[in-house]
């Protein structure tokens, strides 16, 4: 939101200087990511989104991987909606490789192509986190997960006027 090509403009300088190794954007939904891509002189490096099992953005995916951007997914775990850490679906998946609901969340994520950064303050969970390299999830199992996308975030509206004039600090 605001001038997000003038920053960008700006921050392409720092690229070029080799000031910077790599710049990225977050939350350019596809249609925005397409009209910037063909606008900017340096592609995004990344683009970070919501990507979970109840949004799973798989146009988004696509678009990223035809313009070599590389999708980074904030609220992997849908911040907790859903009841995703106990979900029927996930705990049964996670049962058949000794892993938690959680574990296959983020590998569904990573074997999609997808960086993840899953947030916790607790050392235990980071180690868990981390503890997702030694399996993968059969075809079966990512389209069992691929059915639940709900198509939409319920976490934020980036589509809501009033939201966008809260991030310009003018909610009416």
């Given at each position: 939101?605001?001038?997000?090509?003038?920053?960008?403009?700006?921050?392409?300088?720092?690229y070029n200087e080799g000031r910077i190794r790599a710049i990225g954007v977050c939350n350019f939904y596809p249609h925005v990511l397409a009209d910037f891509c063909e606008t900017v002189e340096v592609i995004p490096a990344v683009d970070q989104v919501e990507l979970h099992p109840f949004f799973q953005q798989e146009n988004a995916l696509e678009l990223m991987k035809e313009y070599d951007v590389l999708p980074q997914a904030w609220a992997p775990f849908a911040e907790g909606k859903h009841g995703i850490f106990s979900d029927p679906t996930?705990?049964?998946?996670?049962?058949k490789y000794g892993k938690s609901a959680a574990q296959v969340v983020l590998r569904w994520n990573v074997q999609r192509g997808v960086v993840v950064i899953p947030k916790s303050v607790h050392r235990e969970r980071m180690e868990l986190n981390i503890d997702i390299w030694n399996f993968t999830l059969s075809d079966e199992d990512m389209a069992a997960i691929a059915k639940m996308d709900i198509g939409h975030s319920e976490i934020v509206d980036h589509f809501d006027p009033n939201f966008v004039r809260a991030l310009h600090g003018r909610l009416k």
């Open positions: 939101m605001g001038d997000y090509y003038g920053a960008w403009r700006a921050m392409e300088e720092l996930l705990t049964e998946i996670g049962a």
